[in-house]
């Protein structure tokens, strides 16, 4: 019996603190989902870093390219290849696929990624919702334990900020990004010197990265805030 309640309790445990991990898990994935399907980002890019000017393919053609990949990302059309004419008139295909670059296996891989960082996504929201429900079933007269529990996921999410955030100041942005590459693929196709990394500069990866962990603290800060004022409020008036 005793041994019951032991492992019962490490079970709640458990689950429990899988619930708080799962916050900055789906607040991250919930960012990264947004911002590969913003076609108004991908613009950003685009018109901040001289796109049009560096590949001579004019903006209108540009919007289109955003289209495209955003739908190549979520599976849409079979490829993110297209037709584009440049600044001489000339009409050519934008990505490169041939021995010293590979840009169209590069942006498979990419979308394997995004995929899986939507099932990440949603596999991190189907437990915060079910543990709710359970949550609610089963213990609703502590719910405001739960509330607790989503301000520590808010709290860990804001903690891991901070410390990527300390840890931009002392590691250089383009060694992080070149160690992010060399994690997540598994071949050197990302390193390519035909269109794609002039549409996608490293500067733009950077502003991603930070608009992205701003998005992140205020996705955040808004729900830990909200996690901590409904039981304050609902205290107050109960003590009354």
């Given at each position: 019996m005793?041994?019951?309640?032991?492992?019962?309790k490490?079970?709640?445990a458990?689950?429990?603190s899988?619930?708080?991990?799962?916050?900055?898990?789906?607040?991250?994935t919930t960012?990264?989902?947004c911002?590969?399907?913003?076609?108004?980002?991908?613009?950003?890019?685009?018109d901040r870093?001289g796109?049009?000017?560096?590949?001579?393919?004019d903006?209108?053609?540009?919007?289109?390219?955003?289209?495209r990949?955003?739908?190549?990302?979520?599976?849409?059309?079979?490829?993110?290849?297209?037709?584009v004419?440049i600044?001489?008139?000339?009409?050519?295909?934008?990505?490169?696929?041939?021995?010293?670059?590979?840009?169209?296996?590069?942006?498979?891989?990419?979308?394997?990624?995004?995929?899986?960082?939507?099932?990440?996504?949603?596999a991190s929201?189907a437990y915060?919702i079910?543990?709710?429900?359970l949550?609610?079933?089963?213990r609703?007269?502590?719910?405001?334990?739960?509330?607790?529990?989503?301000?520590w996921?808010c709290?860990?999410?804001l903690?891991?900020?901070?410390?990527?955030?300390?840890a931009?100041?002392?590691?250089?942005?383009?060694q992080?990004?070149?160690?992010f590459?060399?994690?997540?693929?598994?071949?050197?196709?990302?390193?390519?010197?035909?269109?794609?990394?002039?549409?996608?500069?490293?500067?733009?990866w950077?502003?991603?990265?930070?608009?992205g962990?701003?998005?992140?603290?205020a996705?955040?800060?808004?729900?830990?805030s909200?996690?901590?004022?409904?039981?304050?409020?609902?205290?107050?008036?109960?003590s009354?």
């Amino acid at each position: 019996m005793i041994r019951k309640l032991k492992w019962k309790k490490i079970l709640i445990a458990t689950l429990y603190s899988l619930f708080i991990v799962c916050f900055p898990v789906l607040f991250c994935t919930t960012t990264v989902r947004c911002s590969v399907n913003s076609i108004h980002l991908y613009e950003y890019g685009f018109d901040r870093y001289g796109v049009s000017e560096d590949t001579g393919i004019d903006r209108e053609q540009l919007g289109n390219v955003a289209k495209r990949l955003v739908d190549y990302f979520n599976f849409r059309v079979e490829t993110p290849q297209m037709m584009v004419v440049i600044e001489s008139g000339e009409e050519i295909l934008l990505f490169q696929e041939d021995d010293q670059n590979r840009e169209l296996t590069h942006l498979a891989d990419v979308r394997w990624l995004f995929q899986f960082n939507h099932r990440v996504q949603l596999a991190s929201l189907a437990y915060v919702i079910i543990y709710i429900l359970l949550f609610l079933l089963w213990r609703k007269g502590h719910w405001q334990d739960l509330a607790k529990g989503i301000r520590w996921g808010c709290a860990l999410t804001l903690v891991l900020i901070a410390v990527l955030g300390i840890a931009s100041v002392f590691i250089d942005f383009e060694q992080l990004f070149v160690q992010f590459h060399h994690v997540a693929f598994d071949n050197p196709w990302w390193m390519s010197s035909g269109y794609l990394p002039k549409l996608f500069p490293e500067q733009f990866w950077q502003d991603i990265a930070f608009l992205g962990a701003g998005v992140i603290a205020a996705e955040a800060l808004l729900l830990g805030s909200l996690a901590w004022a409904i039981p304050f409020i609902w205290r107050k008036r109960h003590s009354q």
